[in-house]
């Protein structure tokens, strides 16, 4: 397999030759036509509206084969080591894929373990929404807390609030998050809930999460303190590894397994988010989400770019990056339900891709992963968009859309829907940001050429939202593989756990940290 | 006044000469206890780990004299005319501090007037509370739903959260926002909300915001459809200025009064926060907050830099961005209850200084306003640090922390409590990002030399709370004057609302607008 470095290989080289197609002369309806790719799950993705032409396309199909991107990912899904730092394989596409071939470890076969976890989250989750399982003062359970941070909170907590308003009636319980190891944020969450109705679900690969232990503790205080009699053993589960000190305690009412071939950031559809996405919202929705991230992925093996929309994002993404120099990506999903989509993005991107050494450790002379951010549209236009049509630096933007709204609540006012309203400004933005608009005010002046994307459908759906992320967990792998870096693992995290463990155990013996310390009260 | 631009002036000049400092070496306990400025409300502000020594500091006092920054912020309390795209005064502080002059428009006192708001708001509140004032089915209120957008929404909603635990059981009423014209937004609140308690704050100063206007519409549907015996005009009030079409109109139960001299970005102290966070949590909450507010603006008069600290911070962030080259900054309090504090400081920084012409409409040749992002820590360190530690690009942070929680409900875990994790980790990761670490292992290897500072206090309490927000106000505007714009119109947003309406009423001659319409459905 290639693992040269991206500014090493000759398409790059020959890459940076072209000029970028000019945004501003270039939109066409037939370009919108013709640049449109299919995902899984009736989404599809459009990059009319980047500064690429066929011979750009040309030289990043170039690329892509260069550097093997589809083989990498074949790779990946036959269990090759892919996180070489840590030395292991990378199997989250075996939580919803139907792998070709078998991969065991240890003389387990990976594809069953993850989707025996399933099956036995979703017995589980039959036995709580039939109250064949109650918690222990006799309550049906109804709201189900995850505690757990980063992979084990980010993904969940988007994915559900991306389904809850689909769920409507049919939502099977309300779910909640804790997350940060401030006390305040489990005090603002257990203060409102009716612990007597409540299952948690402890969520930490290690078993060792500094945050999700300390806020099991509290959790386990504000119990007992509540209610002497509820008994929280009766009331907690657990999402861990097998190898991990909970997997074995008497603590949980049950525990469910992943292992350590499916990063944090990679886990939402493991028994990460399958244990409180089944809870919430049953078996039915959870399985058609998996389907449409594995047709996604599916597409992701097509070898031609003009076909593999998560592999065409990411060749552009880095003809923007590393060609036209644009540090940052804005992800602007027109759609309320997806209102923390963007943070997870934000880990998914940031955590694989920002690094600056190769896969072997070498330092690299380009840029890789650019800062990701983004709110819903149209809040956005109120708040930040300012900057994104009239400030100094271009900001590429990726636009999501759906054609429909997931609740039945919509009304015409001044002869249109809400809806209608909602796509009318996206529409607008993609084009005013594209083309621009001369004025003699040069305070009114658009310069557009400003590039964006757009990943739409018909609606946030099970089946899209699935679609939708593996279109981003495949595209930051692809990238990962044309910056040849590992994308797998997060040594950047580690020295702050190192610090922090000085402090707190008085060992430090660097005095700005303690005069730190102490201005913070420690 | 000096309203030259920044690459003019002989002071910036003068700082491109010098070498920045190296964080790595410098951060000192010293120098941690030297670089620190009181704000108001208890807060103070701690730049040690940023890249300053005593000659840049000298050469950006310099440059704050000679672009006169402390005298232009008095032209503003003097009320002239400092948003010149629009011919308008900038009076937003007002709202909350003693002038020294008397600001008079058409008439008007212009102090005496928000005053004057603020305490008929507080009036109207104490008949809700008391029940003097009940829902038209006799119902006491119990909730409180603003609509409004952009401004409307994201400093309220960032202020709500912030105090919603400080207030705990003393809370007077839930508040609620809805925002998006994306009609899941509303139903999502809709749906879940008694609205024979709830009392809605439609907000919008021309009274002709088209998402806000929506979902009132939104709102209205959903009272008749679920009681037809609930009369709206007694569940509404207005928050509008004095000549919009909604002040007038019979369909609310009160209106309170804004106008065109304080921008929606920087209303958060006016009748835009007021009303919403008056309602939440009672006249005295408010006041220590504005309090809080109006000693931190008062410390922005200072000519010396070592003693304001916005000054400071806006003259460092400048020279982050226009010496360094930085273009991103991340703001990350170590405080759950800020959750969404960051997503207004991006409104206020982006859309005031997202700009590429000065203040007479002429192009910029240098960097204006960074972009902003930023989630809580602890939950960002498993998301997306690692790109801030071992990225290709450096990012400039901004923390924030507080020695206490908010709610008395921490719990003392192996002989810490979870405060004191809060903040070794806040503490690490300064120390972390400035010194890095070597190691042989390239992967494991932390470069340091990141930038950061800490804004920092006692408790997130309300006067804390206002003394973060007028710091950030202020900082913006110093900017604002260090770039020579203007840093109070958004013309940047025009340009979508102009293409969004064309094709609404089907005007539009654009083919690539038609098509991309009708891809999503339009």
Same sequence: chains 1, 2.
């Avoid at 083989?71 to 792998?99: C, D, Q, W, Y």
């Avoid at 244990?275 to 919202?281: E, H, K, N, P, R």
């Avoid at 552009?316 to 540090?327: H, S």
């Avoid at 027109?334 to 694989?352: G, I, K, N, T, W």
């Amino acid at each position: 397999m290639n693992y040269e470095n991206l500014d090493k290989t000759a398409a790059f080289t020959n890459l940076k030759e072209f000029s970028p197609a000019d945004i501003k002369q270039v939109l066409t309806a037939e370009r919108i036509q013709k640049m449109d790719i299919p995902l899984g799950g009736g989404m599809r993705y459009n990059y009319a509206a980047q500064p690429v032409n066929e011979e750009i396309i040309n030289a990043l199909q170039d690329l892509s084969h260069e550097l093997e991107c589809v083989e990498k990912f074949k790779a990946v899904l036959r269990g090759e080591i892919m996180n070489p730092g840590e030395g292991r394989m990378v199997l989250h596409h075996l939580t919803r894929m139907e792998s070709e071939n078998t991969v065991v470890f240890e003389g387990k076969n990976q594809q069953d373990f993850y989707k025996k976890q399933q099956k036995r989250i979703e017995l589980f989750a039959e036995k709580i929404h039939s109250g064949q399982l109650k918690g222990s003062t006799g309550k049906m359970f109804k709201t189900v807390i995850q505690i757990g941070i980063g992979g084990s909170d980010l993904g969940p907590r988007a994915l559900y609030l991306a389904l809850k308003g689909y769920a409507g009636d049919n939502l099977k319980m309300e779910a909640r998050f804790i997350s940060n190891v401030d006390p305040d944020d489990a005090a603002s969450v257990l203060g409102d809930t009716d612990l007597e109705s409540t299952l948690f679900i402890l969520v930490s690969k290690s078993g060792t999460t500094q945050e999700t232990l300390a806020n099991r503790e509290l959790a386990l205080t504000w119990m007992k303190k509540k209610n002497p009699e509820l008994d929280p053993s009766k009331h907690m589960i657990a999402v861990t590894s097998a190898t991990s000190p909970l997997a074995t305690s008497d603590d949980f009412l049950d525990s469910f397994y992943i292992d350590d071939f499916i990063g944090g950031r990679y886990s939402s559809t493991s028994a990460v988010g399958g244990a409180v996405l089944t809870l919430a919202f049953g078996k039915e929705i959870f399985r058609e989400f998996l389907q449409g991230a594995a047709e996604t992925d599916k597409k992701a093996l097509e070898p031609s770019i003009r076909e593999n929309a998560p592999l065409m994002d990411a060749l552009i993404g880095v003809y923007l990056r590393n060609v036209l120099d644009y540090p940052i990506t804005a992800i602007l999903p027109y759609s309320q339900a997806l209102v923390r989509f963007p943070a997870h993005l934000q880990q998914l991107d940031m955590e694989s891709n920002g690094k600056c050494v190769n896969r072997n450790g070498e330092p690299l002379s380009y840029k890789t992963g650019p800062v990701i951010f983004g709110e819903p549209g149209t809040n956005g236009q109120h708040s930040f968009y300012q900057l994104l049509h009239q400030g100094t630096d271009v900001i590429p933007l990726q636009f999501i859309g759906f054609r429909k709204p997931q609740q039945n609540t919509d009304v015409t006012i001044e002869g249109t829907t809400n809806q209608t309203k909602l796509n009318a400004n996206l529409t607008a933005q993609i084009v005013a940001f594209a083309k621009g608009s001369n004025n003699s005010n040069p305070n009114k002046n658009f310069n557009g050429g400003r590039p964006s994307s757009l990943l739409y459908g018909e609606k946030l759906t099970p089946g899209s939202l699935g679609a939708l992320l593996s279109h981003y967990e495949n595209k930051v792998m692809f990238q990962g593989f044309l910056w040849n870096i590992n994308s797998f693992d997060q040594e950047g995290v580690q020295l702050g756990k190192v610090l922090t463990k000085q402090i707190l155990s008085g060992s430090s013996n660097d005095a700005a940290l303690e005069t730190l310390g102490e201005i913070l009260g420690i």
